[in-house]
Nanobody, 124 residues
Framework: QVQLVESGGGLVQPGGSLRLSCATS????????IGWFRQAPGKEREGVSY????????YYADDVKGRFAISRDSANNMVYLQMNSLEPKDTAVYYC?????????????????WGQGTQVTVSS
């Protein structure tokens, strides 16, 4: 019953912006930490950002700090990732996921439900 569905990816030029959406269902959004991850071809999945269910506190990986912003709309069970000043290195499939435990991490092994991913390509 738990589902997460990403949308909003696409092709954008360097310096451009995209907003990714994660539609969730089957659980109370504010009770769980939600993370954004990305995976480029031939590379390991890496954590991008999370938002804590309890407090709404946010965290960002160093590579995206100052450029990306995670947010949520609990009434509509939505989580967003606003991505600004995009660079070619940001090209990847982006996933949202629900964390198993209350102590937040950006380790993929700590997340139990995942969306299908949405492709982001940053290229001129």
């Amino acid at each position: 019953q738990v589902q997460l569905v990403e949308s909003g990816g696409g092709l954008v030029q360097p310096g451009g912006s995209l907003r990714l959406s994660c539609a969730t269902s089957g659980f109370t959004l504010d009770a769980y930490n939600i993370g954004w991850f990305r995976q480029a071809p031939g590379k390991e999945r890496e954590g991008v950002s999370y938002i804590r269910g309890r407090s709404g506190r946010t965290y960002y990986a160093d590579d995206v700090k100052g450029r990306f912003a995670i947010s949520r709309d609990s009434a509509n069970n939505m989580v967003y990732l606003q991505m600004n000043s995009l660079e070619p290195k940001d090209t990847a499939v982006y996933y949202c996921a629900r964390e198993k435990y209350s102590i937040p991490t950006l380790e993929p092994k700590d997340y139990d439900y995942w969306g299908q991913g949405t492709q982001v390509t940053v290229s001129s």
